[in-house]
């Protein structure tokens, strides 16, 4: 994806049994209950679902405008197992919790890192990935490792985990309300690095070659995302715990893996 951005209320359908994701207007619909039909039709269980839709590869949009990403297939194929219609919005990150917590979505789904201080928030469902934090530099940087940012200037998304590791450091980071931001600041000769999930950052960088960018590893302690639910929706979470558990047993996650990552999923 040439540019990393925001756009409103998307919405995401889930027809038939052969596509990974499908698309559909937007409709008001009960949290995780059942839409009302008319002509006496069967009424259609309806799974909201909140993300930030800027985070490539996880989440983001095509040149379609249509949202895609590994988040949005995984999510699109285990909401049906489920026997859900998912349906995604989007809102910035460090306001997702907030807004889980109000009822406007019934879980989050946006490559979220499990942390205790999450945990005394929300509910996250069994771990689903395996990532860790990785900078990103300009060609040329002397920033070679995580040591390295110490004194520096350094770019992150507001509320994630690339801003704890950061702060963690020492360093008080320039704080953007999605990663391309930060990206673009440090392109711009405002920042001197980015910190931000690995994959997220291999992503830019391949779909970008000529921004001369490049990711060095650091080290980083591994994080796992989760998918959040209410404290109180135990029932969910647990049907979402049993279909991804189906999926890797049965190969679908790694399908859905290898079409993103071009690689087998890690075991974890």
């Not at 979505?105 to 979220?112: L, V």
């Not at 931001?181 to 994959?199: K, L, Q």
């Not at 830019?204 to 650091?218: L, M, T």
């Given at each position: 994806?040439?540019?990393?951005?925001?756009?409103?209320?998307?919405?995401?359908?889930?027809?038939?049994?052969?596509g990974l994701t499908g698309c559909g207007a937007q409709q008001t619909a009960a949290p995780a209950g059942n839409a009302a039909t008319g002509g006496g039709a069967p009424a259609e269980k309806v799974l909201k679902v909140g993300a930030d839709i800027a985070y490539a590869p996880f989440e983001f949009m095509d040149t379609n405008q249509k949202p895609t990403g590994f988040d949005i297939d995984l999510m699109t194929e285990i909401g049906k197992d489920m026997g859900y219609t998912v349906k995604f919005e989007t809102a910035a990150f460090d306001g997702l919790i907030a807004s889980l917590g109000s009822g406007?979505?019934?879980?989050?789904?946006?490559a979220m890192t499990i942390t205790d201080e999450r945990a005394k928030s929300v509910l996250f469902s069994d771990k689903y990935f395996e990532s860790a934090q990785y900078i990103a530099v300009i060609k040329?940087?002397?920033?070679?490792?995580?040591?390295?940012l110490k004194g520096k200037k350094v770019a992150v998304q507001q509320g994630t985990t690339g801003q704890i590791a950061v702060e963690g450091l020492g360093n008080n980071p320039k704080k953007f309300e999605t990663v391309g931001d930060a990206i673009n600041d440090m392109i711009n000769g405002g920042s001197e690095a980015v910190v931000a999930d690995s994959p997220t950052l291999l992503y830019y960088?391949?779909?970008?070659?000529?921004k001369n960018i490049v990711a060095v590893s650091g080290n980083f302690p591994k994080e796992y995302f989760g998918?959040?639910?209410?404290?109180?929706n135990k029932d969910l979470a647990n049907k979402f715990n049993a279909s991804l558990k189906k999926f890797k047993e049965n190969g679908k996650y790694n399908d859905i893996y290898k079409k993103w990552f071009n690689q087998d999923a890690p075991q974890f």
């Amino acid at each position: 994806m040439k540019k990393l951005f925001r756009t409103g209320i998307v919405t995401v359908v889930m027809i038939g049994l052969l596509g990974l994701t499908g698309c559909g207007a937007q409709q008001t619909a009960a949290p995780a209950g059942n839409a009302a039909t008319g002509g006496g039709a069967p009424a259609e269980k309806v799974l909201k679902v909140g993300a930030d839709i800027a985070y490539a590869p996880f989440e983001f949009m095509d040149t379609n405008q249509k949202p895609t990403g590994f988040d949005i297939d995984l999510m699109t194929e285990i909401g049906k197992d489920m026997g859900y219609t998912v349906k995604f919005e989007t809102a910035a990150f460090d306001g997702l919790i907030a807004s889980l917590g109000s009822g406007k979505f019934d879980a989050i789904a946006s490559a979220m890192t499990i942390t205790d201080e999450r945990a005394k928030s929300v509910l996250f469902s069994d771990k689903y990935f395996e990532s860790a934090q990785y900078i990103a530099v300009i060609k040329g940087s002397s920033i070679k490792s995580e040591a390295d940012l110490k004194g520096k200037k350094v770019a992150v998304q507001q509320g994630t985990t690339g801003q704890i590791a950061v702060e963690g450091l020492g360093n008080n980071p320039k704080k953007f309300e999605t990663v391309g931001d930060a990206i673009n600041d440090m392109i711009n000769g405002g920042s001197e690095a980015v910190v931000a999930d690995s994959p997220t950052l291999l992503y830019y960088i391949k779909q970008n070659p000529d921004k001369n960018i490049v990711a060095v590893s650091g080290n980083f302690p591994k994080e796992y995302f989760g998918v959040a639910f209410k404290m109180d929706n135990k029932d969910l979470a647990n049907k979402f715990n049993a279909s991804l558990k189906k999926f890797k047993e049965n190969g679908k996650y790694n399908d859905i893996y290898k079409k993103w990552f071009n690689q087998d999923a890690p075991q974890f």
